[in-house]
């Protein structure tokens, strides 16, 4: 029988993951190391190695908690506002703290674990199967041809901002999201993504 008090464990697992997003932030992933996140929580190193035995898992769960953080999947009755919604969220998201410090981690040389490089599979997976009901309704109400691909479309309207993002490393703004929600509907109203 434990003898822990009632909430202690949820309130470390935050504070030791609040903490490490906060290292992240500071030094990156080749920077963060065990000691230093414990600290910054407040705990000892032992009650950081009871939960995670490496810096690899923590890291990892650190981001997947962020990752599927659930943005609001709008359902305006019109697919450009939908589709314009959904790219202010993921600029809004990834220009945050967090999603800044995620981001930077996801593509750091933490990638090269397979913990950390599953949870990047999962942002780029994840996301668009969850907001795909924004197509699935818009082809419903005859907007875009029956057959279109749903996480096709989102996924071209988040391709615009991960490429800013990442390979020519320029800041998004809500100009990025603009050009992105018109660059997937363009397509998706050209039946472009059609099956």
């Known amino acids: 029988m434990s003898t822990q008090p009632p909430g202690r464990g949820p309130k470390v697992r935050a504070a030791v993951l609040a ?3 906060a290292e992240l932030g500071d030094g990156g992933y080749a920077a ?4 230093n ?4 929580a407040g705990v000892h190193k032992t009650t950081v190695y009871r939960r995670w035995p490496d810096r690899e898992r923590l890291v990892a769960d650190v981001l997947g908690e962020h990752i599927t ?20 969220a993921f600029v809004a998201w990834v220009t945050s703290p967090p999603g800044r410090m995620i981001f930077t981690a996801i593509y750091s040389d933490a990638a ?10 999962d ?8 907001a795909q009901q924004v197509v699935v309704r ?9 057959g279109t691909d749903p996480v096709a479309v989102i996924r071209t309207l988040i391709a615009p901002i991960y490429f ?25 109203r050209a039946g472009v993504f059609q099956l």
């Open 69 to 88: 953080t659930d943005f609001p999947i709008p359902d305006t009755g019109r697919l450009a506002d939908d589709l314009l919604a959904l790219a202010q």
């Open 112 to 121: 090269r674990f397979a913990e950390i490089d599953a949870v990047r599979r």
């Open 37 to 40: 996140v414990a600290r910054r």
């Open 138 to 146: 818009a082809v419903e109400r005859g907007e875009l041809p029956a």
């Open 164 to 188: 800013q993002l990442t390979v020519v490393s320029e800041p998004v703004d809500e100009r990025t999201a603009e050009q992105a929600a018109g660059i997937a509907l363009a397509a998706a």
């Open 32 to 35: 963060l190391t065990i000691e």
């Open 123 to 130: 942002l780029f997976e994840y996301g668009p199967r969850r």
């Open 19 to 21: 903490a490490t997003l």
